[in-house]
């Protein structure tokens, strides 16, 4: 069974600073997907990853994948209060049609 | 619609209370998903939908929970004889096929906020 680990957990930065968040997940997967969710909203997709190798960048925010390493981060660049969310990833397993979330990386960015 | 609509927002139970939470996916979308997600956790997989067709609930907790598709769009999930550890987030999601095709992805709603007295 596909298991996902993010850390950290809670993240508390500067504006302007630099920051990664780290995604590993116990199983291959085909596809991974980045969301970020803010307090009391719905979950907002932000990448699909699918394929070792593959980076995928939208403003600040930098999504890479590891297939090998069961690996996935998302680079925070020069960060600005308008980031503080919740960021989640989400692996769907091969032959397999549901996404396993993390536990979710509380993120503050603090002027 | 224009995306995954959800209700009701916000609903509030006495313990043993049954519930019912609607989810109305966008339209044309084959895949439907329910989720659950505590507090300051991850969303959790409940149940999914193919159409009408209930290909897994593997991911509901107990059979106080049951989830129906009648006609392939809107999506009911109900919860009987609620306890205190139904308190949760419930999200339903949808995608437009199933065979995940590239760059394909879920839309989420806004999700029903339970809590159960």
């Known amino acids: 069974e596909l298991k996902v680990e993010q850390n950290p957990l809670f993240l508390s930065m500067q504006e302007g600073k630099n920051y990664t968040i780290y995604c590993n997940y116990s199983?291959?997967?085909?596809?991974l997907y980045w969301y970020r969710q803010d307090p009391g909203k719905s979950l907002e997709s932000l990448f699909v990853?699918?394929?070792?190798?593959a980076v995928k960048q939208e403003g600040r925010l930098m999504a890479s994948l590891d297939t090998k390493a069961r690996l996935s981060t998302l680079h925070i660049t020069a960060a600005v209060h308008d980031l503080s969310a919740t960021y989640f990833c989400?692996?769907?397993?091969?032959?397999?049609?549901?996404?396993?979330f993390g536990s979710g990386t509380r993120l503050l960015v603090r002027p | 619609g224009a995306g995954v609509s959800q209700s009701p927002r916000y609903k509030v139970a006495k313990r043993g209370q049954d519930v019912a939470l609607r989810c109305d996916p966008i339209?044309?979308?084959?895949?439907l998903f329910w989720y659950q997600q505590a507090l300051g956790q991850g969303p959790e997989f409940l149940t999914y939908?193919?159409?009408?067709?209930?290909?897994?609930k593997s991911g509901l907790p107990s059979d106080r929970f049951f989830a129906e598709r009648p006609e392939g769009s809107v999506s009911t999930l109900k919860i009987q004889r609620t306890q205190q550890e139904d308190s949760a987030v419930y999200l339903c999601?949808?995608?437009?096929?199933?065979?995940?095709?590239?760059?394909?992805?879920?839309?989420f709603g806004s999700g029903t906020q339970l809590s159960v007295l």
């Open positions: 999601a949808s995608s437009p096929s199933t065979g995940w095709a590239t760059n394909e992805k879920l839309f």
């Open positions: 199983t291959t997967s085909d596809r």
């Open positions: 990853l699918l394929s070792n190798g």
């Open positions: 989400a692996p769907k397993g091969d032959s397999s049609y549901k996404l396993i």
């Open positions: 339209s044309g979308h084959v895949s």
């Open positions: 939908f193919q159409n009408e067709a209930q290909l897994d």
